[in-house]
């Protein structure tokens, strides 16, 4: 008995994310989704699928995340998935510190799109236009979705790790 005792874990056992007070609720409620390692300050963080996006936002926002915060994207490098990076946080009269969670959702290079949440969090109107022009991830959905940091008749997306600068560029009716 003594033997089975000090077997080792096998890693993928070790590598097990304990699920947080927050995904443990979305579990309990049906919400299919994936905890992440906590991000450096202890946050939750948890992986949703495009498809699921609406439903668990509209959860969490009935849960009490009434605000977001922040919206951007992520390169994970040539040929890796972008993903759409969502932080929540609970605003109310008397939060000194107040409740937080980020929400990812991993998508393919080719074709990244997801829907909009502009309509649960308005706040994600222009963060979802800057992703979109800097990306090139597409948020169905959204009521304006078009650039707003480079000229509309920029080809590529800037912020990508494959992207390549032009050489050259030239305004056009600039004056």
Do not use: C
Not at 13 to 30: D, F, H, R
Not at 110 to 118: D, H, K, L, T, W
Not at 119 to 126: E, F, N, Q, R, V
Request: aromatic fraction near 14%; avoid cysteine; charge should be negative.
């Amino acid at each position: 008995m003594a033997e089975e005792e000090s077997k080792p874990v096998p890693a993928a056992e070790e590598s097990l994310v304990k699920a947080g007070q927050i995904s443990q609720w979305l579990t309990e409620n049906g919400f299919d989704h994936e905890s992440l390692e906590p991000d450096k300050l202890g946050v939750e963080i948890i992986k949703v699928e495009a498809d699921f996006l609406l439903p668990i936002s509209t959860a969490l926002y009935a849960y009490g995340f009434n605000y977001l915060q922040f919206q951007s994207g992520i390169d994970l490098g040539p040929g890796e998935d972008l993903v759409s990076v969502y932080h929540l946080i609970k605003v109310g009269d008397d939060a000194v510190k107040p409740e937080e969670i980020r929400v990812k959702v991993f998508l393919p290079r080719e074709n990244p799109s997801v829907p909009s949440v502009y309509w649960i969090w308005k706040t994600a109107d222009w963060q979802e236009r800057e992703t979109y022009d800097m990306f090139g991830i597409v948020y169905e959905g959204h009521p304006n979705l078009k650039r707003i940091l480079m000229p509309e008749d920029w080809v590529g997306w800037p912020l990508r790790k494959d992207y390549i600068s032009p050489d050259f560029y030239e305004l056009q009716d600039a004056y």
